[in-house]
Every structure is written in structure tokens, then in C-alpha cells.
């Protein structure tokens, strides 16, 4: 039975040790700042990400579901540049220690980021009005300079893995709010698409010396997209009619609202991506080795913007938005 956790320092002692330790760890938590030798590879990919209670998570939301939410999105980033997870700090703020909480935040920490070989090697710990959890990650980028959002050329496939939408609907489940008549497993197996994602690394060290452009979806898959467009100086076509279903998508009784999902709704992590269409085969087996379904969504075009296609072909006149912060309280 490990000590109960009163302050500060318990907490920090809770996640000491929490990780394994990577050989060029000189110093870890403990000191001023951590001290890692570095060596071999010269590119690190550098990404931090924010939770914020009530706008990232629901308040009751236990501290499994946040720890893993927490790192799992940081991993994706990594995912998103080809980067192999080497490290992260965190910095904690709560509004008062809730030993329960916590033992569950370090043990779904400590579980991931062990999965994942990422150690955790510092941090920062306050007490403030609402929880905020803000992870730093770092990944080595062995062979490639990074998989950048600027790379898609005209005429690339654009596929994205698994099937965006399902943590959108996910978290709708969660906060009780899934629609009457969906079977249990499907209710379950949405709601840990949005309690617990899969950051696609191994997908993203594979698209290292594929892809041309890569982002993961955070905010939803058409914004994401966008980002990839603007950055790229192209435009794409989207063919809504392949976006991937799931049983669980196909059981939803309101197929708008699965669309909707897939095209806007946020929390994914899913990874978008661009290929030449030479290399068709290649994707192919690269998902079948991952067993991750990868799917051609639609293709680059050199005229800019995104262009939605429903099943006969026809442009949809009002494609759903993503998420913004900021963008309901805007003074100007
Ligand atoms: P300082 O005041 O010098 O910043 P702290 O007392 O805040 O040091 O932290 C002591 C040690 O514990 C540091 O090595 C710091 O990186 C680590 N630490 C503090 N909070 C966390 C946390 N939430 N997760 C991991 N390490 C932490
Ligand atoms: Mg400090």
C-alpha cells in the first residue's frame, strides 16, 4: 500500500519512478531541471498539450480517463511527425489533492507512458481553481526530418486511419446523452474511443519514408484537413461516401449525426495523411502489418480548398465545422 498522498511533495514522490528509466536519463525528476545526454540522432520533434477540466474533460471524469487522455494526445503529435516517444515532463495543477484521483492518474500514467517507452523526467505541481494538466513530449526523429503538414502535392491520395467520428459520439455516450436503442457493446466500445484514445506511433514511424504530409485529428477531420491544405498550397476533394463506418458508427440510429461526426467532431487522434498514388501497395501493407484499417478518403487538386462530395457525387453547400477556442467569445 503505497503512502497516502497530503501535498505537493507526496504527489511528486507518487510519480517518481513511474517510468523506466532510458540509459541517457543522467537526471531525472528530483533537481531543477532534467538532464538527458544526447547522442546519435541530432532531430528531436518537440509538441505540449493542455487539459483543461470542464473543456477537455468532463469534471467528473476519473483520473485513468484524464492521465491517459493527457499523454495519449502529446503521443499523437509525436505520431503525427514520424518521431519515436522519448520523454515528457508534466505539469499538474489541481484544486486539491483527491487521493483516489491521483492513484489512478499515476497508474494510467505510468502504464501508457511505459507502453509507449516514454519516461516521464520532470515537472511542475500547484494547486489552483480548476484542474490543468499540461504534458511536454519530445520524440527522436532517426531517419527523416519530420512529417510535416506542408508536403501534400497534387494529386496525392489522402487516407485516414480507423474511423474519425467515434470519439465524437464516444463522448457523447459518455455524458449520458447517446442515442435510445444503441446497443450496449456499441455504447462501450464509442465511449472508450473518446475515454481512450490510440495514438497511432507505429503508424506514424512507418509514414516516415511514405507519406508526404501528415496531421492527426484533434479538432475534427475536415479543420484538420484544412490545416494540411492551407500549409500544402493545394486544395482536395473528399468522397464523404468512403469515409470509414465501424459497426458501432453503422449501429448509430441518426446516420447525420455520424457524419457530422466523422467530418467535425474532435478527439480522434486518428492520423490523416497523404501518399502518392504509386504507392498504393505499399499502404496497403502497412496496414495489414499494423491490422489498423487505413483508408483512401480522397485526393489532393491543385485548385485550393476542400471540396465535399455526398455518394452521387454531389458538393455538399454546408460542411460542418471543427473546434475552436475562442471562437464564441471573439470581441471582434
Ligand atoms: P523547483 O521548485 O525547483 O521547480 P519542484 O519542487 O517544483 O522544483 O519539483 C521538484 C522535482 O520534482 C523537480 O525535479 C520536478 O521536475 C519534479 N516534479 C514536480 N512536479 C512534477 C510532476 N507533476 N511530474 C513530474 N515531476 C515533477
Ligand atoms: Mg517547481
Redesign the pocket.
Known sequence: MPARIED??G??DR??GLTPQHEGTLT???????VLEWSGPTRLAFTTDTLVADVHFPLAASGDVVAHRALATNLSDLAAMGAVPRAF????TLPGIDAEWVSDFARTLGALATAWGIE??????TQGPVAVITLQAWGELPDHRGLLRSGARVGDDIYVSACPGEAALGLQCVLGRAATGLEESHRAALAARYTHPTPRVALGRALGGLAHAAIDISDGLAQDLGHVLRASDVGATLWTARLPVSAALAAWPDQAAVLRAALAGGDDYELLFTTSPADRSAVAALAQQLGLPLTCIGRIDAEPGLRLLDAEGRLLEHPPQGYRHFSGTASA
Open positions: 505537493e511533495f504527489l511528486i510519480l517518481r531525472g525528476i528530483g533537481d531543477d531541471a532534467a515532463t508534466l505539469a499538474l516521464l523526467v520532470g515537472g511542475d505541481t
